[in-house]
């Protein structure tokens, strides 16, 4: 039996949740011999996370490092540390999980050297972005393997010109990942442990620099959450970005005093997973969050002018309200008030993505490998 080495690249926290299910899987096959790399910025305090060990997720055979330097010199280390892996370590195949700089770097260098470079998060694009290529875009163009995220992405792939027999309808990681960790999470029961009521409270995680990094939009968001409060409690996701700006700016006193909201802050993704699968509606600007939302039939309110994430959009359960307070503080009150019916998941949406990969990978590598 012919074995081919495959190595997994991830590069940031939502990356290697959505690589953890597909190690495991691509790992269980005996003609795929697997190794897990990290390219990117300080793998040690990833590493040291709750979520590799949630996730059972491997500690990297190989981590390309890159701290320092310009982003341009960050790139070339990144580019220069995959292609020696590359070339030295016989690969078969690349499978990119994530888009990010470091993600791309390690695109271009595998182009040149490995039969086959997968990217596992294909097609997704924010609408209006045709006058600039994004980064994912840049990494689609050099793979050869597209494994499309969703059915809207699978579309937009071939659009582009992706040739059809490249491209596999595989799903969203993130629902192998929730599939993975929700037993646990709702044994957990954070919320309870926190006061809050089981579907009685909204969660808000924020993470955008468009929304944390400028005066005026944090502000706007400050005055969301302050509304907000006034239907149902609210749980903010404190991360350390928006704790430094709202403290830099003076508005950290503003939304601790907000007498509805607490701040609350999972140490881990299952704890994370459990405060959003029993909220009544997840407020967010975070693409990852509203897959999972949408997993898992919880309500989400992107606060962003357009998603990358339209499968999410075009179902119903993702409604995108931007910083408009009217028109999001009109999708709060009506969640508030009324059912929520649950509309159905986007096609392929059902935790077994990272089993369309391995099997879609495994057939190419032995195409590739038969005689003639």
């Not at 609408?127 to 290529?133: E, M």
């Not at 509304?227 to 970005?241: D, M, T």
């Not at 006193?253 to 405060?275: H, K, W």
Request: proline residues 5%; glycine residues 8%.
């Amino acid at each position: 039996m012919t074995v081919f080495k495959v190595a997994v690249i991830a590069a940031a926290r939502g990356g290697f949740i959505r690589a953890a299910p597909l190690l495991a899987e691509l790992g269980a096959r005996p003609e795929l011999e697997v190794s897990f790399i990290f390219a990117g910025e300080d793998y040690v305090s990833h590493a040291a996370s709750e979520v590799f060990r949630e996730l059972a997720l491997p500690y990297a055979d190989v981590v390309i490092a890159a701290s320092e330097g310009t982003p341009a010199q960050r790139l070339a280390k990144i580019m220069a540390g995959c292609e020696r892996l590359a070339v030295s370590g016989d690969l078969a195949a690349v499978v990119l999980v994530g888009a990010s700089h470091a993600l791309l770097g390690c695109a271009l260098a595998s182009a040149r050297s490995v039969p086959v470079v997968a990217h596992a998060d294909a097609g997704l694009r924010l609408p209006g972005s045709a006058g600039r290529i994004s980064l994912a875009a840049r990494i689609d163009r050099l793979a050869t393997a597209l494994m499309a995220a969703s059915e809207p992405a699978h579309c937009r792939l071939l659009d582009e010109g992706a040739l059809e027999d490249s491209v596999v309808l595989a799903g969203s990681l993130a629902c192998d990942a929730v599939a993975q960790c929700i037993g646990r999470a709702r044994a957990d029961n954070c919320p309870a442990r926190a006061g809050l009521q089981p579907k009685g409270y909204a969660l808000a995680i924020i993470e955008s620099p468009y929304n944390i990094d400028r005066l005026a939009n944090l502000h706007k968001l400050v005055e969301l959450l302050s509304r907000a409060q006034e239907c149902l409690p609210v749980a903010l996701g404190v991360n350390a970005r928006l704790a430094t700006q709202l403290e830099n700016w003076g508005l950290a006193q503003a939304v601790a005093s907000l007498p509805r909201l607490s701040s609350v802050e999972p140490a881990g993704y299952v704890e994370y997973l459990s405060f959003l699968d029993a909220a009544r509606m997840v407020l967010t600007d975070v693409g990852g969050v509203q897959d999972e939302a949408t997993f898992l039939g919880v309500p989400c309110l992107t606060l962003a002018e357009a998603t990358d994430r339209a499968a999410t959009v075009e179902t119903g359960a993702n409604l995108l309200v931007s910083l408009d307070l009217t028109l999001a503080m009109q999708a709060v009150e009506a969640l508030t008030e009324n059912e929520y019916l649950r509309p159905p998941l986007p096609a392929a949406w059902d935790g077994r993505a990272s089993q369309r990969i391995a099997h879609a990978l495994t057939a190419l590598l032995r195409g590739n490998a038969a005689p003639g």
